[in-house]
C-alpha cells in the first residue's frame, strides 16, 4: 500500500478521534461499513475521489481535500515479472446498467459484489441526486442497497456527474415509466470517436419515447405506446440500446420482441436481473429477446454481478505482457472464446480449470493460467465484432500483445473513431506501432520496452495498455491523471502488486529527476 494512502488513513483516524466517533458512527456519516473505515485508517483502501470527498465533509477536514489536490498518477518500475494468482471483479458495465434498472422497481434492490470504481460513484451520485437512498453494506462494503422514492426529482439531477458518464443514457428506458416529460444531460464516457445515439432514440420511439437534443439536453416526452404487442429491430446490435430498450419493455404492457439485440455480458447480466423482479424474457444471450412487461414492479431483491471479461482479458495481458505464468481465476468463458482461441494460434500456452458458476447462478467461470510463451503475430488482421466475436473493448489488449510477439500484426478497430490513435501511444514505449489509417494499427514486433513519463489517453482500455507496457518496460513510468483507469478497475496497483508489480499511486506532479 502506498505511502500516500497512510497519511490519508491517519489523518483520517486523527480526525475521527479528535471528534469523538468510533468507526461505526464515522462509517453510518459515510453509508458504509465499520469493516471498511478500519481498512482506511489503515491505509488499506483505494479511496476514490468521492470518497474522499464525503470523508472530508463528514470529519469537517478541508485539509483532506488540500492533501490530495491536483491528480492521481501511477508511478511503475520495470521489468516486471509476476507470478501467483488474482481473481477478476465484476464488471462495470453491468453494474452501470443494473443501478440503472435499480430504478424499475419500487422494493428494496441489493445489488451484491459491485466493483468500487469511479464510474459506479457517478451514478451513484446521479441517483441519490434525484431523490434514490442507496447504503454500502456487506463485509467488504461491496454490496448497494438501493431503495427508490415514490416520486423521483430528475429536475435535481447531479449534472457534472452525469455528464462524466456514457451511462446516464440508460435513465432514459426507466424515468420514461414514471414522467410524461422529463431532462437529462448529454452523455459522456470514454473518449473514441463520434459516439451516436441515434440507435437509442430510434428503439426507445416505439415504446413513445420521444426526445429532442437542445442545449447540453436530452429533452423527453412520453406519449405510451398502448399495443399488445411490438416488434422492434435495433438498427445497431449495441450494447447500452439493447439494454435500454429492455428497461423500456420491462414495465411496458404486453410482447416486445427486440431484434438484432445484443447478447453481450452486461446485458445477460440485465436480463438475470429483470427476471428476477419478475419480468418474463426468452432469448438471453441470443439476437432476439422476448419481453412480457409487467406495469408495476415492487420486489425485495438480490442479485450478484458477475465477473468482468474485459478485467479478465487485462489480466490475462499483464501475465503475457510480462511473460510470466499467473492464474487468472474466476474468468467468464462465455465471453472469452474468441479473445483464447486468437491466443492459441500466436502461440500463448494457457492451462484451463473446470468450469464452474459465478454467484449470479449463469455465467460459466474457469481459472486461466497463462505461462511464459513465445508469441507470433497472428496470420489475419485482428478485429471486434459484437458477441459472441472478439470484445470490442478486449482489441486494445491486443495490440500490446502483438508488440511482444515476432512478426507483422495488424489490428482493425472498425468500431471507434479515435481508438487506434490512442493506441499509437506505445510507440512511446518502445513499439514499431504505425497507423495505416484511423482505424487500422500495423505492429512490428517483438518490442524491447522502455518506461517514459506519459498522459493517460482519455480513454480507458487504451490507458490499462499503457500501464501493461509500461510493466514490461525496463525503467519508470509516470502515468500521469489515472481517473480514467479508476473508472473500470478497482484497486488495480494494490492488485497487481500483490503478483509482484511495482506501481506506487501518488497525487500531483512526479519529481522532476
Ligand atoms: C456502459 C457500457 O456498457 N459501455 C460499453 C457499450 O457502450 P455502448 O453500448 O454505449 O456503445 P455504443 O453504442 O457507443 O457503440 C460503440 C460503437 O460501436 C458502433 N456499433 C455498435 C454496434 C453495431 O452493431 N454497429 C456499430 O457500428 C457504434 O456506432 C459506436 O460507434 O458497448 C461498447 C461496445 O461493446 C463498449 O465499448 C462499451 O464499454
Ligand atoms: C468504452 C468503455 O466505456 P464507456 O462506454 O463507459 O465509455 C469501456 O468500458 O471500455
Redesign the pocket.
Same mark, same amino acid.
Given at each position: 500500500m502506498s505511502t500516500t494512502s497512510q497519511a490519508i488513513g491517519t489523518m483520517i483516524r486523527d480526525g475521527r478521534v479528535a471528534r469523538g466517533w468510533s468507526q461505526q458512527r464515522l462509517a453510518d456519516e459515510l453509508g458504509t461499513a465499520q469493516s471498511a473505515v478500519h481498512r482506511i485508517e489503515n491505509g488499506q483502501q483505494n479511496l476514490s475521489l468521492s470518497m474522499i470527498d464525503r470523508l472530508a465533509d463528514a470529519l469537517d477536514m478541508p485539509l483532506i481535500h488540500t492533501a490530495t489536490e491536483g491528480k492521481l498518477n501511477f508511478q511503475i518500475t520495470g521489468p516486471t515479472k509476476l507470478s501467483g494468482d488474482i481473481a477478476v471483479r465484476t464488471s462495470? #458495465?453491468a453494474a =452501470?446498467?443494473l443501478l440503472c434498472a435499480s430504478l424499475l422497481n419500487r422494493g428494496t434492490t441489493v445489488l451484491r459484489g459491485i466493483a468500487r470504481i469511479e464510474?459506479v460513484d457517478r451514478i451513484c451520485e446521479v441517483l441519490t441526486s434525484i431523490g434514490v437512498t442507496m447504503k454500502w453494506i456487506g463485509d467488504r462494503s461491496q454490496d448497494l442497497e438501493i431503495r427508490r422514492p415514490e416520486v423521483l426529482t430528475p429536475a435535481t439531477i447531479n449534472q457534472r456527474a452525469a455528464r462524466r /458518464?456514457?451511462?446516464i443514457?440508460?435513465f432514459l428506458g426507466p424515468l420514461m415509466h414514471d414522467f410524461d416529460t422529463f431532462e437529462l444531460p448529454y452523455a459522456g464516457?470514454?473518449d473514441?470517436?463520434?459516439? /451516436?445515439?441515434h *440507435?437509442?432514440m430510434s428503439a426507445l420511439r416505439r415504446f413513445g419515447l420521444g426526445v429532442e437534443a437542445t442545449d447540453g439536453q436530452y429533452q423527453a416526452s412520453v406519449d405510451k405506446c398502448t399495443l399488445s404487442e411490438r416488434h422492434i429491430t435495433l438498427v &445497431?446490435?449495441?450494447?447500452? =440500446?439493447? &439494454?435500454n430498450a429492455l428497461m423500456a419493455a420491462a414495465r411496458t404492457e404486453g410482447v416486445s420482441v427486440l431484434r438484432?439485440a445484443?447478447g #453481450?455480458y452486461?446485458v445477460q447480466d440485465l436480463c438475470f436481473f429483470l427476471q428476477k423482479l419478475g419480468v418474463r424474457i426468452e432469448g438471453i444471450g441470443t439476437t432476439t429477446l422476448r419481453v412480457e412487461g409487467v406495469k408495476n414492479i415492487d420486489v425485495d431483491v438480490e442479485y450478484f454481478i458477475s465477473e468482468d471479461p474485459?478485467e479478465a482479458m487485462s489480466l490475462l495481458t499483464a501475465g503475457i505482457v510480462t511473460n510470466s505464468e499467473i492464474t487468472v481465476r474466476r474468468c467468464p468463458i462465455e465471453f472469452l472464446e474468441v479473445e483464447i482461441a486468437v491466443l492459441e494460434e500466436m502461440g500463448q500456452q494457457m492451462e484451463m480449470s473446470a468450469e464452474y458458476t459465478s454467484n449470479n447462478g449463469c455465467t460459466r467461470l474457469v481459472d486461466v493460467t497463462v505461462k511464459p510463451s513465445k508469441l507470433v503475430a497472428p496470420l489475419d488482421k485482428i478485429h471486434?465484432m *459484437?458477441f459472441p466475436g472478439l470484445?470490442?473493448?478486449n482489441l486494445p489488449f491486443f495490440a500490446v500483445i502483438c508488440a511482444t510477439a515476432e512478426g507483422q500484426s495488424v489490428i482493425y478497430d472498425? =468500431?471507434?473513431?479515435n481508438r487506434a490513435i490512442h493506441l499509437k501511444k506505445l510507440a512511446d514505449f518502445g513499439a514499431n506501432v504505425q497507423l495505416m489509417d484511423a482505424h487500422r494499427l500495423l505492429i512490428i514486433g517483438p518490442t524491447r520496452w522502455r518506461g517514459r513519463n506519459i498522459e493517460c489517453p482519455p480513454a480507458?482500455r487504451p490507458a490499462v495498455c499503457l500501464l501493461l507496457a509500461a510493466m514490461a518496460s525496463r525503467g519508470t513510468t509516470n502515468l500521469l491523471d489515472v481517473y480514467v483507469i479508476n473508472r473500470g478497475y478497482e484497486d488495480l496497483p494494490q492488485r497487481l502488486n500483490a503478483l509482484g508489480a511495482n506501481i506506487n499511486v501518488f497525487w500531483g506532479e512526479p519529481n522532476a529527476d
Open positions: 462495470k #458495465n =452501470v446498467a464510474e /458518464t456514457r451511462s443514457l440508460m464516457g470514454c473514441l470517436g463520434a459516439r /451516436t445515439v *440507435p437509442h &445497431e446490435r449495441g450494447d447500452t =440500446v439493447t &439494454e438484432n445484443s #453481450n452486461m474485459i471486434p *459484437p470484445n470490442i473493448d472498425w =468500431v471507434y473513431d480507458l
